[in-house]
């Protein structure tokens, strides 16, 4: 069982808001900043979202991230064909269960 | 460019060790840690540990401690991972990522190495 949790899907139309949460605890986001990651079919994952909000050059500004207390959440706007795939929360997390931790993963269709 | 290369697919039997391997160029090996990330098959991403390459310093999972050894080598700026006691669950994923700091986001990450456990 992770000690970040998503849902496990999501979806939306092409051009729509899709927001996905990561819900975690003190040891974790609680004290941490939060990680996103895209793993779309057949490639490596790639860095989204890096310190709850900052995006990586070359990461689109549909993407989107927010973090409060043990609570965060990434939001794809304009939703495209091509982000359909995997989106995981990583966090580190300062339990003896870690120290990292990542989410099960939400799975994004576009419909 | 910053790359991570790692080695290829795998097929071993069940209860063997699996060794696969990560070169890194771009940047300097000893600057960055090296993450390992699972993904068996029909499951999520799941953290594995890091190394070092500057001091050797590890950290496992709990789940993988005992099973899992990473370790570096500075003089060709490779890392590897080694686990042992693989068994038949169908194919399974294994990437390596750097951070900055060993707390940092993986920033970049291997192709990804397949290995697959059968008799």
């Known amino acids: 069982q992770s000690l970040l949790t998503q849902p496990p899907s999501a979806s939306g139309a092409p051009g729509q808001r899709v927001t996905i949460s990561c819900s975690g605890s003190?040891?974790?986001?609680?004290?941490?900043?939060v990680n996103w990651y895209q793993h779309l079919p057949g490639t490596a994952p790639k860095l989204l979202i890096y310190r709850s909000t900052q995006r990586p050059s070359g990461v689109p500004d549909r993407f989107s991230g927010s973090k409060s207390g043990t609570s965060a959440s990434l939001a794809i706007s304009g939703l495209h064909s091509e982000d359909e795939g995997d989106y995981y929360c990583?966090?580190?997390?300062?339990?003896?269960?870690?120290?990292?931790?990542f989410g099960g993963g939400t799975k994004v269709t576009v419909l | 460019e910053v790359q991570l290369v790692q080695s290829g697919a795998e097929v071993k039997k069940p209860g063997t060790t699996a060794k696969i391997s990560c070169k890194v160029s771009g940047y300097s090996f000893s600057d960055y840690f090296i993450h390992w990330v699972q993904q068996a098959p029909g499951k999520g991403l799941e953290w594995m540990g890091l190394i070092d390459p500057g001091d050797g310093e590890t950290l496992y999972a709990r789940k993988f401690q005992g099973r899992v050894t990473i370790t570096a080598d500075t003089s060709i700026d490779i890392a590897y991972l080694e686990v042992s006691s693989l068994s038949s669950q169908g194919p399974a994923v294994y990437y390596c990522a750097r951070s900055q700091g060993r707390d940092g986001p993986l920033d970049v990450w291997g192709q990804g190495t397949v290995v697959t456990v059968s008799s």
């Open positions: 990583a966090s580190w997390d300062d339990s003896r269960n870690g120290p990292v931790a």
């Open positions: 003190d040891s974790n986001l609680g004290s941490n900043p």
